[in-house]
């Protein structure tokens, strides 16, 4: 559909059969003669797609506003999301972010109501003024409810992230309250009619089993990946490396392990010539060599190789983790760790993978 903002616009193939069937619904609803009830229609439905394409065209404008590379603007069946680069983001770029996309609905509901109360129409043009107007108000009001996965949702998370300095604990109250409003909504357009002697509308029903089934798991989904941010949080390359001892490759097994025993070492770091690091060698891996070899055999014999300038920081967090190891992709597999110039100890892209998932 075209770029914005450095980002390409796409309509997934769900989104124009889901469109074709509004038309559909809308032009038979009309009252006119067939051409121009099709021709209504695909006014009406255009207009609800091109409210849902400003809605996120307004959070990329803010992401990219705010320093991030945007990439992707999608529409799909149940309205549209934009993803856009979020390392680093802080809590006040991340609530103006999400907020913009409601913002930019209720200006449109704004200015189509100031037509629609202030400009005689009448017939066709009055009946598409109030539609967008509407649509506007809905798409508005229901993104801002504040329960995750909504715009509203990433705002209370943002809320509550600045507030405890603990992003896990906004994406958890964030995402109860999401799962309080889907319950809220089948109780209110099911629950409630039930209850006083009535029977619930067929397309509220639908309505609320849409809105819970798009709900509940999103906002699930946000309380479990709460957990993996936390720990996510504790991750740094020093606190999952296997602490390690450096020693020149031509050092003896016994001297190796004497030494290793002494520092409590799991690992020694083999270094070459020049001091870097080339390789390690498990403490465990020595058992594999007879102990009567041990004082002539060197570290070449059990050690496995690093690629040279494998090197990562012990104060990396789980975000430079994560891009080192794609730094380094199919081309090593672990890495020394370093501090303040030293190498402490190695880092396993075995390890990694589980410390970050």
């Known amino acids: 559909m075209g770029r914005a903002f450095g980002a390409p616009i796409v309509m997934r193939l769900s989104t124009l059969l889901v469109l074709a069937l509004l038309v559909w619904v809308l032009s038979t609803s009309a009252g006119l003669e067939t051409r121009d009830a099709i021709v209504f229609g695909i006014i009406l439905g255009v207009s609800l797609v091109l409210s849902v394409l400003v809605h996120e065209l307004a959070h990329a404008a803010t992401a990219r506003a705010g320093g991030r590379t945007v990439h992707e603007i999608v529409l799909t069946v149940f309205g549209g999301h934009t993803t856009f680069d979020a390392k680093g983001m802080s809590p006040g770029v991340a609530a103006l972010t999400a907020l913009a996309g409601p913002v930019a609905n209720g200006v449109l509901a704004a200015l189509t109501a100031a037509v629609y109360f202030t400009v005689p129409l009448g017939g066709a043009a009055e009946i598409i003024v109030w539609w967008v107007m509407w649509t506007n108000i809905y798409l508005g009001v229901f993104n801002a409810l ?18 405890t300095g603990r992003r896990r604990t906004g994406t958890v109250v964030a995402g109860w309250a999401g799962r309080a409003i889907a319950i809220a909504v089948v109780l209110y357009l099911i629950g409630y009619p039930l209850l006083t002697g009535g029977t619930p509308d067929i397309f509220d029903a639908l309505f609320a089993f849409v809105i819970f089934t798009l709900l509940w798991p999103a906002a699930s989904a946000a309380i479990k990946r709460a957990d993996l941010i936390e720990r996510r ?47 390690y060698a498990p403490v465990e891996r020595f058992g594999d060599v007879p102990a009567d070899q041990r004082d002539s055999a060197d570290l070449r014999a059990v050690m496995s190789p690093l690629a040279r300038g494998a090197l990562m920081p012990a104060e990396a967090d789980a975000e430079q983790l994560v891009a080192e190891v794609m730094k380094w992709n199919g081309k090593a597999d672990a890495w020394a760790v370093i501090r303040d110039g030293a190498p402490v100890g190695v880092l396993t892209l075995a390890g990694a993978a589980a410390a970050l998932s």
């Open 233 to 279: 949080e504790a991750v740094s390359a020093g606190a999952i490396m296997v602490p390690g001892v450096p020693l020149g490759y031509r050092a003896t097994l016994s001297k190796a392990l004497a030494t290793a025993s002494a520092t409590g070492a799991q690992t020694v770091i083999v270094l070459a010539d020049d001091g870097v690091p080339a390789g």
């Open 146 to 163: 504040p329960g995750l996965p909504l715009d509203g949702g990433q705002v209370l998370e943002a809320v509550v992230w600045g507030a």
